[in-house]
């Protein structure tokens, strides 16, 4: 089980010194969210800012592209320091390239989906990626209530795994607590991001091995079923 804390809930005033918050507590990615105003109303911050938290975080920066155009991103948030690039199937034709490019560029491969996208649309894809981050909230803002809706679609994506043979993570973004992550990791889900409830943490450490845990308890209640 993974915990990704994202850094959009930390504070924009000391985001290195809450990456390296992040770094001590142990969670083996950080999550970056990148909004550019377009894809979403709202924007987040750039490969400026993910260069400046590079350093205060040594494993995996694992980058969320909310944006219109990430193929003229590519290379700059690889530059800065991303190791894996994820981008939005909402983005039809221009998908196939995207991950192509993702991967010759040396990242890992993430593929994004937003609640009211069907899932069908992402199992072209399956072969090609290392994440498939099931958003469960419409993109653009932390602090969001979790969609429950969303949780068929990480057991659907976590059967297309098994049946096709795939290992590629299954991700979790958007209201993600200790008990929605249970849920997720019920049905599959294997690497969460959670900015509010995280950060809200004066120890983020404590914050971090919990959801661990009540991840890693939600993964054994799917053995048994
Ligand atoms: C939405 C963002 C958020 C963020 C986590 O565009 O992707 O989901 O990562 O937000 P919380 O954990 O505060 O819901
Ligand atoms: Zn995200």
Redesign the pocket.
């Known amino acids: 089980m993974i915990i990704a804390p994202?850094l959009?809930?930390a504070d924009f005033g000391r985001l290195a010194h809450d990456a390296a918050r992040a770094d001590r507590s142990g969670a083996e990615y950080l999550?970056l969210?990148i909004m550019d105003g377009h894809f979403?109303p709202n924007i987040s911050f750039g490969p400026a800012v993910v260069a400046a938290v590079r350093p205060h975080f040594r494993r995996f920066l694992d980058v969320?592209l909310?944006c219109s155009r990430p193929e003229i991103l590519l290379e700059p948030f690889k530059k800065a320091g991303a190791d894996g690039l994820t981008v939005h199937v909402e983005l039809g034709e221009a998908v196939g390239p995207l991950l192509w490019k993702i991967r010759s560029l040396g990242r890992k491969v993430g593929l994004a989906i937003n609640p009211p996208t069907h899932i069908g649309t992402v199992r072209p894809y399956l072969s090609q990626i290392d994440l498939l981050l099931v958003m469960t909230?419409n993109?653009?803002?932390?602090?969001?209530p979790f969609i429950h809706e969303c949780v068929p679609k990480v057991q659907q994506v976590a059967a297309w795994r098994r049946e096709l043979g795939h290992s590629f993570r299954i991700e979790v973004?958007?209201?993600?607590t200790d008990e929605t992550a249970t849920e997720c990791a019920r049905f599959g889900a294997d690497t969460f991001?959670?900015?509010?409830?995280l950060f809200r943490h004066r120890n983020l450490n404590a914050a971090v091995q919990r959801m661990q845990r009540k991840a890693l308890a939600g993964a054994e209640s799917l053995a048994l079923a």
Do not use: E, R, W, Y
């Open positions: 994202s959009l809930a999550h969210d979403v969320h909310m909230v993109p653009g803002f932390g602090g969001q973004d958007g209201g993600i991001v959670a900015g509010t409830s």
